[in-house]
Nanobody
Framework: VQLQASGGGAVQAGGSLRLSCVAS????????VGWFRQAPGKEREFVAA????????YYADSVKGRFTISRDNAKNAVYLQMNSLKPGDTAVYFC??????????????????WGQGTQVTVSS
């Protein structure tokens, strides 16, 4: 499975961006697809995930109510709509695919496949 992330950019606080993650090689619906982010000097952290077989979406507390993850199986794609962006959201965003159990859905180590990352910069 290969993942291609795109859609990052530079916006002002309060703005919006939509990230895309397109999978090739196997259908994305077979996997849980997660979004993670990593700011300079910090560990990679969980942002959101869309569980395989359309069995639910999950969010980090820091993005609940602002970010929405969605899936388009026909396009083999997962999207992350990010609204009301804050400077603290600045990071490189990665999409990842795997088959984590629910209790491990936020653990980067569980995901087997990773995209290359896309930079999101939010200025105040």
């Amino acid at each position: 499975v290969q993942l291609q992330a795109s859609g990052g950019g530079a916006v002002q606080a309060g703005g919006s961006l939509r990230l895309s993650c397109v999978a090739s090689g196997r259908t994305s619906s077979s996997f849980t697809v997660g979004w993670f982010r990593q700011a300079p000097g910090k560990e990679r952290e969980f942002v959101a995930a869309f569980r395989r077989n359309n069995s639910g979406s999950y969010y980090a507390d820091s993005v609940k109510g602002r970010f929405t993850i969605s899936r388009d199986n026909a396009k083999n794609a997962v999207y992350l709509q990010m609204n009301s962006l804050k400077p603290g959201d600045t990071a490189v965003y990665f999409c990842a695919a795997g088959t984590p159990i629910l209790s491990a859905i936020s653990l980067p180590s569980i995901y087997a496949y990773w995209g290359q990352g896309t930079q999101v910069t939010v200025s105040s």
